[in-house]
């Protein structure tokens, strides 16, 4: 019989974790069945249970887990003030973030699945972009956060929606010439309301 190091269990739960993230941004949470989720973690469906109670217990980790991967790396890495803000809006609304959808943004490729899901799950997801926002929101009114949260979630419906638009354009240079538009749109709403 095999034996495992005491760390074993914990890696192997991240790697359904994420291979599971990139799966359902991919192909979507009810596109990916459980067989397909264990193989690319290169596991057996019996071992699935061993981590997680439910397919629904997976999704709602995953996106906890995409939203906060997404926060420490994209929101919290961007240059300080506006010129962070900028740069989170053009790395979102770029044809690279556009064209990889497994590794891309869990709110553009969910977002119309995950209000189906159950309320656990909405609720992970409420409070991961929650975080996200209020990262945002720091980098938009440093003195006082709160009053930009709604503004900052507004630019994230922006980003989102542009992205899933361009996403679903055959046309390439229009869907590049609507990530440009978003561009501006979104830094026009960063731009509203500033005192000059």
């Not at 900028?86 to 119309?112: F, K, M, T, W």
Request: with cysteine; proline share 3%.
């Amino acid at each position: 019989m095999v034996r495992y190091g005491k760390d074993h269990k914990s890696q192997t739960r991240r790697r359904i974790i994420e291979t599971a993230g990139r799966r359902f941004k991919q192909d979507g949470i009810d596109g990916s069945g459980v067989s397909t989720l264990m193989k690319d973690a290169g596991l057996t469906n019996g071992a699935f249970y061993a981590h997680f109670e439910s397919k629904d217990d997976l999704v709602t980790t995953a996106i906890a887990d995409q939203l906060k991967a997404q926060a420490e790396s994209v929101v919290a890495r961007a240059a300080p003030g506006r010129a962070g803000l900028e740069q989170i809006v053009r790395g979102y609304l770029s044809p690279q973030h556009r064209d990889s959808l497994g590794d891309g943004c869990p709110n553009a490729a969910l977002l119309d699945e995950i209000g189906r899901c159950t309320d656990t799950t909405r609720q992970a997801y409420t409070d991961g972009v929650l975080v996200l926002v209020d990262g945002i929101a720091a980098r938009m009114a440093p003195e006082a956060p709160s009053s930009a949260r709604v503004k900052a979630l507004s630019l994230l419906g922006v980003l989102a929606g542009t992205l899933q638009l361009s996403r679903a354009l055959t046309d390439s240079q229009i869907a590049d010439e609507l990530l440009e538009q978003g561009i501006n749109n979104a830094l026009a709403l960063l731009d509203a309301g500033q005192r000059v």
